[in-house]
T-cell receptor
Framework: AQTVTQSQPEMSVQEAETVTLSCTYD???????LFWYKQPPSRQMILVIR??????QNATENRFSVNFQKAAKSFSLKISDSQLGDAAMYFC????????????FGQGTTLQVKP | GAVVSQHPSRVICKSGTSVKIECRSL??????MFWYRQFPKQSLMLMAT?????????EQGVEKDKFLINHASLTLSTLTVTSAHPEDSSFYIC?????????????FGPGTRLTVL
């Protein structure tokens, strides 16, 4: 079984500042992927960043980066230079590799960006 | 690329009626689609995995006869909520996997808000 835990129900950040969202997971799989998805008020799920578990290098996508600690089963998301458009609910998710690998989501963190 | 559509975006129905929600992958073939349910300010709960040409795999606690899933083609999966009741009111989201991609990324539809009166 796989589980994902996001311990921060809500976070806030000042515009242009940096914020880190926490995520821990548990899986018995040796080959898996980790994701951060963003869900703005429109409720459209948007992929923010993806990490292959076999890669040691942390994934980066523009202002978004992750701190992947495999041994600790931790996968935090750092948002740099926060923008008003970053305000959304963020979900951490894990999926085992393979065609039928389903996404297991965390509870979500609501991020507020203050102007 | 990798666009998934859902129809309708909103639906209101009377208790006891059935409602069908369509999920389409517009620019790729999806042998696997997923159906989620989401309550306000909560996470996505996987209901079932839909495989083209075969029966859907339902998660524990999800009633197969209540939520009928059909994946008749590589670009279309449908979810039918049968004999809907007010407690079925929720936001339903589908996603699809593009098997050309190595990673297990899923592309999500915009969701369907179901209200049962």
């Amino acid at each position: 079984a796989q589980t994902v835990t996001q311990s921060q129900p809500e976070m806030s950040v000042q515009e242009a500042e940096t914020v880190t969202l926490s995520c821990t997971y548990d899986t018995s799989e040796s080959d898996y992927y980790l994701f951060w998805y963003k869900q703005p008020p429109s409720r459209q799920m948007i992929l923010v960043i993806r990490q292959e578990a076999y890669k040691q290098q942390n994934a980066t996508e523009n202002r978004f980066s992750v701190n992947f600690q495999k041994a600790a089963k931790s996968f935090s998301l750092k948002i740099s230079d926060s923008q008003l458009g970053d305000a959304a609910m963020y979900f951490c998710a894990v999926a085992r590799s393979g065609n039928t690998g389903k996404l297991i989501f965390g509870q979500g963190t609501t991020l507020q960006v203050k102007p | 690329g990798a666009v998934v559509s859902q129809h309708p975006s909103r639906v209101i129905c009377k208790s006891g009626t059935s409602v069908k929600i369509e999920c389409r992958s517009l620019d790729f073939q999806a042998t696997t689609m997923f159906w989620y349910r989401q309550f306000p300010k909560q996470s996505l709960m996987l209901m079932a995995t839909s495989n083209e040409g075969s029966k859907a795999t339902y998660e524990q606690g999800v009633e197969k006869d209540k939520f009928l899933i059909n994946h008749a083609s590589l670009t279309l999966s449908t979810l039918t909520v049968t004999s809907a009741h007010p407690e079925d009111s929720s936001f339903y989201i589908c996603s699809a996997r593009d098997h050309r991609l190595l990673a297990n990324e899923q592309f999500f539809g915009p969701g369907t808000r179901l209200t049962v009166l």
